[in-house]
């Protein structure tokens, strides 16, 4: 049902790729054919990019033969299925006609198909950013923490910068709600030395390689410039 509503919706989209998301399949390419994570084939290295899990997803699909336009509508189709299977299992609570509902008004929802046919990285964040609230609310209901939500609390801060400050809120937010107990504390302790170890490798390899510890997408719309 879900891949029928996935399927019907995008029958009747015309995808309108965002220029943005051009760029990001330039460094993909580049980091496939020449070994480089940057817009130039040689020179400086420069990030351009927001979303580096996103990028890396793109330049495996261009690694494997497909375009990077192919390999990104995949990557899209996949969030989107993620959304929904998301929304069903959030709802599975309620009545099988409910569920239903709440299927059918997220597959028709603008910013849902805006967000497949634009190309970028939004519902790939989006799907991600989701499931790390429907786990931890069943992390907190049912006082067990699952190593999936840990997974996604690393991945999280290297698909958008807002998430270098989401893994770590979610953790403290969980300790809040009382799973910081003696049983749980041998679960949730690994869990926040996980997530610090992913954020610090990330913003070391980017001081590293390009010299700012975010990407160079915040510093242009962060500047009052």
């Excluded at 496939?32 to 084939?41: F, N, P, Q, S």
């Excluded at 603008?110 to 499931?131: E, K, N, R």
Aim: glycine fraction near 8%; proline fraction near 4%.
């Amino acid at each position: 049902m879900v891949l029928s509503l996935v399927f019907v919706v995008l029958a009747g989209v015309d995808p309108q790729v965002v220029d943005d998301t051009f760029i990001t399949f330039q460094y993909a390419t580049n980091l496939v054919e020449h070994g480089r994570l940057t817009w130039w084939r040689e020179g400086e290295m420069v990030d351009g990019f927001t979303s580096l899990g996103h990028t890396l997803l793109i330049a495996a699909g261009v690694s494997l033969g497909a375009t990077a336009m192919a390999a990104n509508m995949v990557i899209n189709l996949i969030s989107m299925v993620g959304i929904l299977v998301g929304v069903g299992y959030g709802a599975r609570s309620l009545s099988p006609t409910s569920r239903l509902c709440a299927l059918t008004l997220t597959a028709l929802s603008a910013p849902y198909i805006v967000w497949y046919g634009g190309g970028l990285d939004g519902i790939l964040y989006a799907a991600v950013l989701f499931w790390i609230y429907l786990l931890s609310e069943d992390a907190i209901a049912n006082d067990r923490l699952r190593w999936s939500l840990v997974a996604l609390l690393a991945i999280l801060p290297a698909l958008r910068p807002e998430g270098l400050l989401i893994s770590p809120a979610v953790v403290g937010w969980l300790g809040l709600h009382g799973l910081w107990t003696r049983d749980q504390l041998r679960h949730l302790l690994p869990a926040a030395l996980i997530v610090t170890a992913s954020i610090t490798a990330l913003l070391i390899w980017r001081i590293t390689v390009y010299g700012y510890p975010l990407p160079n997408t915040f510093y242009a719309k962060a500047s009052a410039s």
